[in-house]
């Protein structure tokens, strides 16, 4: 059996090149960047006020002194002309500075009376004061975010500042989802007695589609094997990543891996030493890595988080696609573990030195309740001896998902 580890880096390198693209920047945020993006044009793009005042030339100003205000410059609507010594220009915070002038004198800092300003006998000002100068926050052909950055909100501000309209990212991957299974009905759908409802679809939709992915949901097929290996070819034609969930073992009602080969797929693994989760497979179907995920929920979900999300984002440009484990105190203790890494569903809380660990005392990964109360995988390693109340443990926060 292939340790989580080994199973992980097989599921990157199964996966195709990415695709590239240029997207507006509304719709960039949370993508990752395919190259370098440079500054087109400069910011401030002119000498600019930082405050409301009197633009002045420094060195023709004396306290005491009295300059007639012979025009004023706004955000938009520059003072047109050049400004005489011993006058000076009314400016509001983001107006261009006069031709002439090179200092801001505070409002708050000056007599106004008759269309002209008093200096203050202790004035309080120094050339260049209260002037953001052009460039000073970047210049044109300045190298302003490197290839594989994450587009936050504020990197996409500086994109569409330095005169950018769209960003050079990598496609969202195109997830295909299939559940297959004779037990199971659409969800909102009233089950027969011998039926269960197909929760697989919906949940790994919202993950996939929440870690970055374009996101089609086929549904259910029949556990019939012309049906599934047709409706894999056709799908597989569209995608980056075919998810399969169910019928992945070995089983006489497992035909997902039977009718992947025959559609033409190549496959890799189908068992890891994992808990929950160990019937996982990997192949390539074309184009598209094929990922053969457990029927059982909890094991669906544990396998999604552990190799189809580090996936996507790796197909996103992530350059660290894998959950970064955290580290809690353990309030029970627990046995050694066996061969197979165990992650167990858990609740973490905030005690008074960091966090606390608790695993749920039962562990099934056919319950969704449990997992649904759950919000962290404690994870125990393979053949990790018993862990003492009060020690430390990894686990991985499973927040908003
Ligand atoms: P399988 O992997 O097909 O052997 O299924 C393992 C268990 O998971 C069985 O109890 C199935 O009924 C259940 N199961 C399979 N697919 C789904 C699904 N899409 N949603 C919910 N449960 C499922
Ligand atoms: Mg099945």
Redesign the pocket.
């Known amino acids: 059996m292939l340790s989580v580890a080994e199973a992980q880096s097989r599921v990157l390198a199964a996966a195709g090149a990415r695709r590239r693209e240029a997207v507006p920047l509304a719709e960039a945020h949370g993508r990752y960047l395919a190259e370098d993006v440079t500054a087109l044009l400069s910011q401030p793009p002119f000498h600019a006020s930082a405050m409301d005042g009197y633009a002045v030339c420094f060195r023709d100003i004396a306290p005491g002194m009295i300059l007639p205000v012979i025009g004023e410059a706004i955000a938009g609507k520059a003072f047109d002309g050049t400004v005489e010594a011993g006058t000076a220009v009314r400016v509001l915070t983001g107006a261009p500075i006069p031709e002439g002038t090179d200092t801001v004198i505070l409002q708050e800092d000056v007599a106004y009376e008759d269309g002209a300003i008093r200096i203050m006998e202790d004035l309080p000002a120094a050339p260049g004061r209260h002037v953001r100068k052009a460039g000073q926050d970047f210049a044109a052909g300045a190298v302003l975010l490197q290839a594989g950055a994450k587009l936050t909100a504020r990197a996409i501000a500086l994109m569409a500042a330095a005169g950018h309209g769209t960003a050079p990212v990598y496609a969202r991957p195109r997830v295909v989802i299939v559940?297959?299974?004779d037990?199971?009905v659409p969800p909102g759908e009233t089950p027969g007695r011998d039926q269960?409802?197909?929760?697989?679809?919906v949940m790994l939709s919202c993950l996939a589609r929440a870690a970055g992915a374009e996101v089609r949901d086929l549904g259910i097929l029949p556990d019939r094997h012309d049906v599934i290996r047709d409706a894999l070819a056709k799908a597989a034609a569209e995608a980056d990543i075919l998810v399969t969930?169910?019928?992945?073992?070995v089983?006489d009602?497992?035909y997902v891996q039977a009718a992947l080969v025959d559609a033409g797929a190549t496959i890799d693994f189908w068992k890891i030493a994992m808990r929950p989760g160990k019937?996982m497979m990997l192949g390539r179907l074309g184009d598209a890595v094929a990922i053969g995920l457990?029927?059982?929920?909890v094991s669906?979900y544990v396998c999604a988080q552990l190799f189809l999300l580090p996936l996507v984002r790796h197909l996103l440009g992530a350059a660290a696609p894998f959950p970064a484990p955290l580290e809690a105190r353990l309030t029970v203790g627990l046995p050694a573990n066996g061969p197979r890494a165990n992650y167990q569903r858990a609740a973490v809380t905030a005690g008074p030195g960091g966090w606390e660990i608790t695993p749920f005392p039962v562990q099934d990964s056919?319950m969704l309740s449990r997992l649904e109360a759950a919000n962290a995988l404690l994870i125990r390693p393979a053949n990790a001896p018993a862990a003492e109340k009060g020690s430390n443990v990894a686990f991985l926060p499973l927040n908003n998902d």
């Open positions: 559940s297959t299974g037990e199971l269960i409802i197909n929760s697989n679809g969930v169910g019928g992945a073992s089983g009602h497992d019937p457990p029927g059982n929920p669906a056919a």
